[in-house]
């Protein structure tokens, strides 16, 4: 299977647990109780939705840019994080789900469009030096996923 179709199902996959999550939340009223990581369920997935949006948003820069130029260089990102939350706190926790679901659905369709050689090139990102299709499986299916799990850790254990 190619890098591109993993990170494409990977995603699509993400959006079913995001669903399952939000149910699980829902079933239980616990969308707003604070994690081991800090953060509500509310939250986690605002972030999640918001990560998923600037994927394919953001993405073609990060594909343009040369390996060398680290992409968040000029980013703060415990900023970023700050704003994009409270930028969807009004939303209901439907409504995140549906974004979350919105928003990956565009990433994956994204993702579909990268040719092989731009998802072989290296690329950087916090620090991190890799091939971009690593970066957009890390970022857009690892990360999004650890951030799921923590949002049901303690309704599901």
């Known amino acids: 299977m190619s890098a591109k179709q993993e990170i ?4 699509q996959q993400l959006i079913v647990q995001a669903k399952r999550v939000g149910k699980l939340l829902d079933d239980q009223g616990d969308w707003e109780v604070t ?3 800090g953060w509500t369920p509310r939250e986690m997935f605002c972030h999640i939705a918001a990560t998923g949006g600037m994927i394919a948003q ?3 820069a990060l594909l343009s840019a040369p390996e060398d130029s680290d992409f968040t260089q000029s980013t703060n990102i ?26 990956y659905s565009k990433a994956a369709e994204w993702v579909k469009t990268i040719p092989d050689d731009q998802l072989a ?7 991190m ?8 499986a890390n970022i857009g299916v690892l990360h999004a996923n650890h951030h799921l ?3 049901a850790l303690r309704v599901a254990f």
């Open 78 to 103: 415990s900023d970023l994080n700050a704003q994009t939350l409270a930028s969807m706190q009004a939303l209901t926790p439907a409504q995140l789900v549906e974004m979350v679901e919105q928003n």
């Open 58 to 60: 953001m993405g073609p």
């Open 121 to 127: 090139a290296n690329k950087s990102f916090a620090s």
């Open 149 to 151: 799990y923590e949002a």
């Open 35 to 37: 994690r081991p990581a």
């Open 129 to 136: 030096t890799m091939p971009a299709s690593e970066l957009l």
């Open 8 to 11: 494409v199902d990977g995603m």
